[in-house]
């Protein structure tokens, strides 16, 4: 079975291509996960991501927005001595940060999930690559996700940050064409 360059044969990894990766997602709770999961990926391969995933959810109270939004200095310093996540302060601060945000927007916008696929006019994007080398890092769709975030005090939401999280929740459908998830 084909499957898109950046997929190894990890078997980690052959699940979440297989099953996630690009596939629409309008739960605000999911987004909230994947938004942080991948600033914490910042400067690290996704595949340690995808290894401590489940120390990340369990860390952060299943993303459970409302309660990381009111983490605390205690609760800053549990996670900075948990083993099962990446162990960077600014890293987890921006995702108690970013919660705020996400609730601000949800008290603005009605849910993060409208907000976000504003970004790409409510429905997925199909790109169509040939390979993994034509696949940009960032997008003009990205930047501006970016910049509107950063405008509302979010953390670890650059371009290609955006970009990433894009693909992942199916915002983009960025699998190669000769992908068997292509199609689907």
Same mark, same amino acid.
């Given at each position: 079975m084909k499957r898109c360059g950046w997929c190894s044969d990890d078997p980690l990894y052959i699940a979440y291509h297989d099953q996630e990766w690009g596939v629409p997602v309008y739960d605000d709770r999911h987004l909230?996960?994947?938004?942080i999961l991948e600033g914490a990926q910042a400067g690290l391969s996704w595949i340690t991501i995808l290894r401590k995933r489940e120390a990340y959810r369990e860390a952060f109270h299943q993303f459970d927005v409302e309660r990381v939004a009111a983490y605390t200095d205690a609760d800053i310093e549990r996670l900075l &001595?948990?083993?099962g996540i990446v162990r960077n302060r600014l890293k987890i601060e921006?995702?108690?940060?970013? &919660?705020?945000?996400?609730?601000a927007i949800q008290a603005e916008e009605g849910s993060l999930s409208d907000y976000l696929w504003q970004f790409v006019g409510g429905q997925p994007i199909r790109n169509h690559w040939p390979d993994l080398k034509s696949i940009p890092a960032q997008t003009p769709e990205s930047t501006n996700m970016s910049r509107a975030l950063k405008k509302r005090g979010f953390n670890f939401v650059g371009p290609t940050i955006c970009y990433a999280f894009m693909q992942a929740v199916g915002m983009v459908n960025d699998h190669e064409q000769s992908c068997f998830r292509y199609q689907q």
């Open positions: 909230f996960e994947m938004l &001595a948990n083993p921006a995702a108690i940060r970013n &919660a705020r945000g996400v609730l």
